[in-house]
């Protein structure tokens, strides 16, 4: 079993900036690959990012690209996902999940394991 949970949400003004975390415990947190997904009001859960357990390669959505990071401390067993020049549609619950594989993947039925979410709130 794994258990994730996330932190870091909260109220920030278009522009502005803030970093998620995800920490991990409950088995080796190096040996799966981890991702981020999020949920806005009335609509699916959608794929945001997503990183390789080894941490060498990242993947994101086109909506979030050169604006987020995704990272890892693999010796911390935490995930991050740094949210940088935010947007009013960029508020959602955001979600860390962990799949026992190398690579993440965008399809949320990939994953094992979900954290209990963190709300983002981003005003115009």
């Known amino acids: 079993q794994v258990q994730l949970v996330e932190s870091g949400g909260g109220l920030v003004q278009a522009g502005g900036s803030l970093r998620l975390s995800c920490a991990a415990s409950?088995?080796?947190?190096?040996?799966?690959?981890m991702a981020w997904f999020r949920q806005a009001p009335g609509k699916e859960r959608e794929f945001v990012a997503g990183i390789r357990r080894s941490g060498g390669s990242t993947y994101y959505a086109d909506s979030v690209k050169g604006r987020f990071t995704i990272s890892r401390d693999n010796a911390k067993n935490t995930a991050y996902l740094q949210m940088n020049s935010l947007k009013p549609e960029d508020t959602a619950v955001y979600y860390c999940?962990?799949?026992?594989?190398?690579?993440?993947?965008?399809?949320?039925?990939?994953?094992?394991?979900w954290g209990q979410g963190t709300h983002v709130t981003v005003s115009s």
């Open positions: 999940a962990a799949r026992l594989v190398e690579v993440p993947s965008y399809t949320e039925g990939s994953y094992n394991y």
């Open positions: 409950g088995r080796t947190f190096s040996t799966y690959a």
